[in-house]
């Protein structure tokens, strides 16, 4: 007989940043089962209390900040300068992103009213502040915004209501560039936040011309370019390449974290470690 | 006869973030009024332009992130521990702020549905990780956030749909150190947003205690203290101090800004400067 966790015992050892192999043990008897789900919580608890103390006398930031520092240090070092734009946005600006009743993405918005949502990317005002840029300022235009961006998910290991993105750009550069851009992004990004062996995958779109993703047995961050079917809804006409990363799911690469929610915006969490112990 | 600006004029002036004296001018005639309007307004086109190029060589960070992480290190550097919360928070936490139908607050803020609406302020999640953190540390408990809120405002010069408020707080400390404990974080955040010249104000209410204001010309935070009529709400019973800031409000104070919206989060302005120029 090999018997797995209930499914009680597995959710509470989740909550606790149990790891894969926690998760996957087996037992001979009910009896086994229930004595390792006691030694296993209490051996979490104390390393969740202990790491919480940690965090409170040393570290003192959660480290989606510290991350987001770290990156913002590492970008303005590059030439590239920080944006905050905000996070309720208009009905048209996402309509000139193709978003419209008949999208996947539409369903996942949350609305204020029947104009004004929350923004589920940073592109559309990135956009918008390309157009009054690249008159004022010489090519090319190099800008990034780190911000919350909300999408109604299903909650799951990997999504969260409210994420937090990354979006670089540089609008104004050789066409024969970009892809080079794209990778030296990719690889300024997993340094600072600590990442190594992921992968890069190219993948060609009708639509969206050529994309780059970065995997680490998940999706960690997507860059495009353009010239691009939608530029023309922004007034944009010059050759660009953007990134954007998830913040919570670059922590989770680095850290092994199993799921999404201990590292995002939480109550029932701090810097990781769950609050119910 | 004394001529003011049009109203368009005056408008597009204040865009253009002109100083009081500029905003106050008089003119003898309609020809002289609108030659000087020309020539403010190159003058204050040049001055942006200039600000906008120092902004991407030099500094190429907004000013209120710049802010921001100069809070971080202060108030990290004191001891206390930086949190960051969800910014959608549930019906039932407003309730427990007290924020019914019937509060003024209520109409102000923005719903994203029958239970869910975006935070108006910070408290209600310090509150509720205060009364997990009491049960795990040591007192007392030293936390602050920086971060979003939101509240449907007449968007005055004073007033954003979205700002960013800083909120510390201090749980478990003597009652008699509580007032000196808001006088000194007060100094410490005037020190690091370099604000000279600033009045507190004290103010008794039956309902809430004694609160401290800090002014300058406008309200730019207010220090309250428990025991609080509203701490049994969360089960919170030990003495506290907090104070809450809203940074777009320290920088108009510091740069002597006309409006709020060239400094916060926006599409027309970036850093302070409008980009219709």
Known sequence: MALEWTQVQKQRLKELNASKEQLNLVFESHADRDRAFQQQERLLVNQA???LSEFREVQRRPSLCELESKLVEALTEKGFVQVITPTIISKASLAKMSITDDHPLFSQVFWLDKKRC?????????YTLWKDLVRLWSKPIRIFEIGTCYRKESQG?????EFTMLNVTELGLPENKRHQWLEDIASLVMDTAGITDYRLVTKSSNVYGDTLDVIKGFELGSGAMGPHVLDENWGIIDPWAGFGFGLERLLMAREGTQNVQSIGRSLSYLNGVRLNI
Do not use: D, I, S
Not at 118 to 126: H, S, T, V
């Open 118 to 126: 929350l923004r589920p990317m940073l592109a559309p005002n990135l």
């Open 49 to 51: 209390k202990k790491k």
């Open 157 to 161: 290991a990997y999504h969260l209501n």
